[in-house]
T-cell receptor
Framework: GAVVSQHPSRVICKSGTSVKIECRSL??????MFWYRQFPKQSLMLMAT?????????EQGVEKDKFLINHASLTLSTLTVTSAHPEDSSFYIC????????????FGPGTRLTVL | AQSVTQPDIHITVSEGASLELRCNYS??????LFWYVQSPGQGLQLLLK??????LVQGIKGFEAEFKRSQSSFNLRKPSVHWSDAAEYFC?????????????FGTGTQLKVEL
């Protein structure tokens, strides 16, 4: 099956710094990727849809200036958490659909962000 | 707007016993339905999916699920649970969004397996 990677797998940073998380589709191209956030023992909440060559589409309540998304190529999307604060600590997961009849999504392994 | 309900937050079963995890959805059209499993600190692994056709779908690891339109349900089943099945299970419904399926997840069911 299709493989999606994320880097880093975990990151610890100081409050006020920015953190970049990469999501790559390793063996297929994806014009669209999705970013999710998961709090401990909770479900995944869709944050935004990353669109190659155009602006990301953010879900209601997600600050686009706080969570910068760049879909630089057909295999790479990045999420930058700007001026991170402890409340941004979470598990961030990306997914990419494989083009086909149903555009099935494949998920990355996730990135654990801890803001001190 | 689409939504997914997983009424059971926690379920405990004995190893070897049968399992059924409930999922109800709300969606205007024919849904794309998914079950994912997540082990602690890990990403999501797809167990099975329903897009169309046969309403009983088989997945990996011996799991199956049945789509029942009249009940708006997509319950996950396994005849005999193994200790390694202990994990968090998520049901999700998808809608077309640009080039991919935009997924809405249920709140998850934590499965504990007693030896």
């Amino acid at each position: 099956g299709a493989v999606v990677s994320q880097h880093p797998s975990r990151v610890i940073c100081k409050s006020g710094t920015s953190v970049k998380i990469e999501c790559r589709s390793l063996d297929f191209q994806a014009t669209t990727m999705f970013w999710y956030r998961q709090f401990p023992k909770q479900s995944l909440m869709l944050m935004a849809t990353s669109n190659e060559g155009s602006k990301a589409t953010y879900e209601q309540g997600v600050e686009k200036d706080k969570f910068l998304i760049n879909h630089a190529s057909l295999t790479l999307s990045t999420l930058t958490v700007t001026s991170a604060h402890p409340e941004d600590s979470s598990f961030y997961i990306c997914s990419a659909p494989l083009a086909g009849p149903y555009n099935e999504q494949f998920f990355g392994p996730g990135t654990r962000l801890t803001v001190l | 707007a689409q939504s997914v309900t997983q009424p059971d937050i926690h379920i405990t079963v004995s190893e070897g016993a049968s399992l059924e995890l409930r999922c109800n959805y709300s969606y205007g059209a024919t849904p794309y339905l998914f079950w994912y499993v997540q082990s602690p600190g890990q990403g999501l692994q797809l167990l099975l999916k329903y897009f169309s056709g046969d309403t009983l779908v088989q997945g990996i690891k011996g799991f199956e699920a049945e789509f029942k339109r009249s009940q708006s349900s997509f319950n996950l089943r396994k005849p005999s649970v193994h200790w390694s099945d202990a994990a968090e299970y998520f049901c999700a419904v998808g809608e077309a969004a640009g080039g991919g399926n935009k997924l809405t997840f249920g709140t998850g069911t934590q499965l504990k397996v007693e030896l």
